[in-house]
């Protein structure tokens, strides 16, 4: 990905956050799991069905520039959601401000293949805003990767998300399942920051 937004994940497709008014931040028993190298997610009910509102962070001890270039790479978006399987930037901005990605998935049988179309603007190094885009699969997500530097060399990256399943399923299992990719996305994350270029 590299000039975009994680498609790893849209997260990478399935996980986007809402515009929303204030941000998110751990609360104190969160920010003790981190501080001891934890991930932490959180995943609530959204207002439709099969969906979910994804708030999530991570600890990394690398510079934010070696995180945000994993997190742009789109080369390396099948070593952070193993069901990504094609990342490709269909449109960009010149200056590096904004992009649009597309991307193809597969979870697996019985689900069919599907595609995404996912734009993002960007405050380089520090944030990425994204929304999923009409004419793909993913109907709605709307999100944002935020990195925030800390003491002591460590960078917190929060991941938000407002995020509505391609397959109908009840609201608890989808909630499950956001929870347990966005974690194992922001592991790899981690592995990737910290195994370099």
């Not at 003491?151 to 391609?166: A, C, H, L, Q, T």
Request: aromatic letters at 8%; charged letters at 25%; hydrophobic letters at 45%.
């Amino acid at each position: 990905m590299k000039r975009g937004a994680p498609a790893a994940v849209c997260l990478a497709l399935a996980v986007a956050v809402a515009g929303a008014a204030r941000a998110w931040s751990p609360s104190p028993s969160a920010e003790l799991r981190l501080q001891q190298g934890g991930v932490v997610a959180e995943v609530h009910p959204g207002a439709a069905p099969s969906s979910g509102i994804i708030h999530a962070a991570i600890d990394i001890r690398a510079p934010a520039a070696a995180i945000w270039t994993v997190m742009m790479d789109c080369a390396r978006a099948s070593r952070m959601v193993a069901y990504v399987k094609q990342c490709k930037v269909v449109e960009a901005d010149p200056a590096g401000l904004w992009d649009v990605r597309e991307h193809l998935v597969e979870y697996g049988f019985p689900f069919p293949r599907l595609r995404s179309l996912v734009r993002t603007e960007y405050l380089p190094g520090r944030r990425a805003s994204f929304r999923c885009l009409p004419g793909g699969d993913l109907k709605k997500c709307d999100g944002e990767w935020r990195l925030e530097s800390l003491p002591d060399g460590v960078v917190r990256v929060i991941y938000e998300n407002r995020v509505v399943s391609p397959f109908p399923a009840p609201g608890f299992m989808v909630r499950r399942i956001f929870k347990k990719d966005v974690v194992k996305a922001l592991g790899n994350l981690r592995r990737e920051a910290l195994a370099g270029p």
